[in-house]
């Protein structure tokens, strides 16, 4: 068996129908697409959520929730992670800069470090926000925290 063989199977590939090629084919006059109207018509698309003239499902479903556009997205690193960071890339100073320059942050993101996990190294922390038993740990091992 070769490239040039191979054929589909019997069957399988059906003749293309020819539309609107005279009376004589079968599919002359409005080539299969019904009378008059703007789907008969070259160029139709139907608009998105068109559902007929039936109530669309954007307008059957009510409203729901809220969304503040104050609220501050903060990027999360738990004081193991951090742990865990610091032996990864040497830090010594856990910074927005730092993480950035390391991939692990993009230029926008903000930080916030929180409480859960251990730290034993001791760091300085310059990051845009930090809860308080972050805090106290992080001092309790002789770093620094500064919030920018």
Same mark, same amino acid.
């Given at each position: 068996?070769? $490239?040039?063989?191979?054929?589909?199977?019997?069957?399988?590939?059906?003749?293309?129908?020819?539309? &609107?090629?005279?009376? +004589?084919?079968?599919?002359? /006059? @409005?080539?299969?697409?019904?009378? =008059?109207? /703007?789907?008969?018509?070259?160029?139709?698309?139907?608009?998105?959520?068109?559902?007929?003239?039936?109530?669309?499902?954007?307008? !059957?479903?009510?409203? !729901?929730?809220?969304?503040?556009?104050? !609220?501050?997205?903060? @990027?999360?690193?738990? $004081?193991?992670?951090?742990?865990? $960071?610091?032996? =990864?890339?040497?830090? @010594?100073?856990?910074?927005?800069?730092?993480?950035?320059?390391? &991939?692990?942050?993009?230029?926008?993101?903000?930080?916030?470090?929180?409480?859960?996990?251990? $730290?034993?190294?001791?760091?300085?922390?310059?990051?845009? +926000?930090?809860?308080?038993?972050?805090?106290?740990?992080?001092?309790? @091992?002789?770093?620094?925290?500064?919030?920018?």
């Amino acid at each position: 068996m070769k $490239l040039h063989n191979l054929k589909p199977a019997e069957g399988s590939v059906h003749k293309e129908r020819r539309i &609107g090629r005279g009376e +004589a084919s079968g599919k002359g /006059g @409005t080539s299969t697409k019904g009378n =008059k109207g /703007g789907q008969s018509r070259a160029g139709y698309s139907s608009k998105m959520a068109h559902e007929g003239g039936q109530m669309p499902i954007q307008r !059957r479903l009510p409203k !729901r929730g809220f969304k503040n556009n104050n !609220r501050v997205e903060y @990027t999360v690193y738990n $004081l193991g992670q951090i742990e865990q $960071l610091s032996e =990864k890339y040497g830090f @010594t100073e856990f910074s927005v800069e730092n993480l950035y320059i390391n &991939g692990l942050i993009s230029k926008t993101d903000k930080v916030k470090v929180l409480g859960n996990g251990e $730290l034993k190294t001791k760091l300085s922390f310059k990051v845009n +926000a930090v809860s308080e038993k972050a805090k106290t740990a992080i001092e309790a @091992t002789g770093g620094t925290v500064e919030i920018l």
